[in-house]
């Protein structure tokens, strides 16, 4: 047990001293977590809302699909944008073994089917007569899917925290198409197996630790838009 | 001018028709009132009246202009508050306000909100912050109806506005309606069960019945069974166990009605000095009401549930001091009534030259 509390002690000490190897990690885990969720809801909206909201042949099957993968495990993804992005892939001249952007292609397809789901079903769960109400009131084609999503922007915002945490706390995407590299494209997660592996509880913990602390100020700042 | 004019007008609801009007007008600056039991396509006709919705089949005139599909200026001459009228997940303020800003039009928006919020009875210091969910059934209603108040529509389409409503907010709503018509000439139409009040609205009611309009307010409309009695013969029994007779019956009279004009509809104190010629049957002096607009008296006489609807001259009425929960006779003649197809899967059955009339 002494291990535990020793690991929770130094992970305070490692957090509050500014060491230099975890906020490069953080930091690495902020950049790559933010470039995927961007372009996960860029592209996951719209569709969400295209799947919730239009009727179009189809469109059961395609549900089908988007929720099979919401399935999907990250070491599959990690495989699949290893092979894509790697020299002999199809995408290899691009260079992106190895970094971040590299890491956020796999993320954002991790993130993508949650998003489009999630707000789906948002979209879907809306009451009737609003889209008889936004006409009536003078609405137009533009101002009927913005207020339409508007309408129901908490369960798109409950989306976009399902897909965030789920970015925030993957290994496999990370490990294998970031290779777990110093300084560079070392995660919080992938720097936790690391330390875990090399018996290094306490530095493991201060990253764990980091990562909670982290959902926390974004459920924080959620809850906060919530309210208003 | 017609506000609307409507030509042979289909709707469909995945294949199943569920309106058809062949040929109305409503005119500009009245007052028209849709009366007619639920499914009857009220909403359906006012939700087409509204642009929310695109006939199946048939051309809708606003103002004389053709109107189609996606015509986004003239839905914005006109509001509809639907049934279910749905606030949106914002504060009060924000939900009346919300049409005139996708209109770009928010000069003096905090002003107009505060006059709108008053017209319907809400008080804007203690109404304007609330959010959607923070208001009773009436409330919502109402502001509901300020929201589209606000936007000072060339026409007002109410669909059910009091159904369900406490009563002060009722009241408030049908003062709110009747002054934005004196006040701005709003052309409005309205869809209610609230009879009465129709009657002391209304320039015009239309009685609707199984998706068609089966004329103007005052007929009086019995629906089947019907028993085939001889050729052009038809008879109703009453839930009284008093029979209707009535002639020029079509040949097959299941699903159509039998429709009185209520000039050919009269009230007597005894079956005695019957004018010749005319069937009569008992039934209770259920109402007398003034139309505001005609300055006629209208009866309501009940028969086995049924109502009939009756113009009395003023002497009869004074004469034989009919009150209401008198027992009176009515009297029809039975060769003048008209016959109406009323069931959507009977049409084929119909006159081809009038598809609704005998």
């Known amino acids: 047990m002494d291990f535990i509390f020793q690991g929770l002690a130094e992970a305070f000490t490692l957090l509050f001293t500014g060491d230099a190897e975890t906020f490069s990690a953080v930091a690495a885990t902020l950049k790559v977590s933010g470039l995927s969720m961007a372009a996960s809801l860029t592209i996951g909206i719209p569709l969400g809302f295209a799947l919730g909201y239009l009727q179009f042949p189809g469109r059961r099957q395609a549900r089908l699909v988007v929720d099979t993968l919401l399935s999907l495990p990250t070491v599959f993804i990690g495989l699949l944008v290893y092979s894509f992005i790697s020299r002999q892939g199809p995408l290899g001249d691009m260079g992106l073994l190895f970094t971040l952007p590299g890491i956020a292609i796999g993320q954002t397809i991790l993130a993508l089917p949650i998003v489009i789901a999630l707000s789906a079903t948002a979209v879907e769960s809306l009451e009737t007569g609003l889209r008889t109400t936004l006409l009536s009131l003078g609405a137009g084609r533009r101002q009927l899917v913005l207020s339409t999503l508007w309408e129901a922007r908490h369960a798109v915002l409950a989306a976009a925290l399902t897909a965030y945490g789920r970015v925030m706390t993957e290994v496999g995407i990370s490990m294998m198409v970031g290779g777990n590299i110093k300084w560079d494209t070392r995660t919080i997660t992938t720097a936790i197996a690391l330390e875990t592996g090399r018996g290094k509880f306490a530095t493991g913990m201060a990253l764990g630790l980091v990562l909670l602390m982290i959902a926390f100020a974004v459920n924080a700042g959620v809850s906060f838009l919530r309210r208003r | ?358």
């Open chain 2, 1 to 358: 001018m017609a506000v609307y004019r409507l030509e042979n007008i289909v709707h469909r609801y995945g294949g199943r028709p569920v309106l058809s009007v062949e040929d109305w007008s409503v005119a500009e600056g009245s007052i028209t009132g849709l009366y007619g039991p639920n499914g009857s396509g009220k909403s359906t006709l006012l939700s087409l009246l509204g642009f929310i919705e695109q006939p199946s089949a048939g051309q809708i005139y606003f103002k004389g202009a053709k109107t189609g599909p996606y015509n986004g200026d003239i839905r914005r001459r006109v509001a509809l508050m639907p049934q279910e009228s749905y606030l949106l997940k914002r504060t009060v303020y924000q939900n009346i306000a919300y049409g005139l800003r996708i209109r770009g039009d928010s000069s003096n928006e905090n002003k107009r909100v505060r006059q709108a919020l008053s017209t319907v009875g809400l008080d804007a210091d203690r109404f304007s912050k609330r959010r959607w969910y923070e208001l009773s059934g009436g409330e919502s209603r109402r502001a509901a109806l300020a929201a589209r108040l606000v936007l000072k529509p060339e026409v007002l389409l109410l669909d059910e506005p009091t159904a369900g409503v406490d009563a002060a907010s009722a009241q408030m709503m049908k003062k709110a309606a009747a002054d934005a018509h004196l006040q701005h000439g709003t052309s409005i139409i309205i869809a209610s069960h609230d009879m009465q009040w129709l009657e002391d609205i209304c320039h015009d009611i239309v009685y609707m019945f199984s998706g068609k309009i089966l004329g103007k307010g005052g007929k009086t409309f019995i629906f089947g069974p019907w028993e085939k009695t001889g050729p052009g013969l038809a008879a109703r029994r009453m839930a009284d166990g008093q029979v209707f007779e009535a002639q020029n019956a079509p040949e097959n009279p299941a699903g159509t009605a039998a429709a009185l004009e209520p000039e050919d509809i009269t009230i007597h104190a005894s079956r005695k000095r019957l004018p010749s010629g005319k069937s009569a049957l008992k039934g209770t002096l259920m109402r007398l009401s003034l139309e505001k607009h005609s300055g006629r008296v209208r009866a309501s006489v009940s028969v086995g549930h049924t109502e009939f609807i009756v113009y009395p001259d003023p002497q009869t009425l004074a004469l034989h001091n009919h009150q209401p929960g008198a027992s009176v006779w009515v009297a029809y003649h039975p060769d003048r009534v008209d016959w109406y197809r009323v069931s959507a899967d009977q049409h084929q059955a119909a006159d081809a030259r009038h598809p609704d009339r005998f």
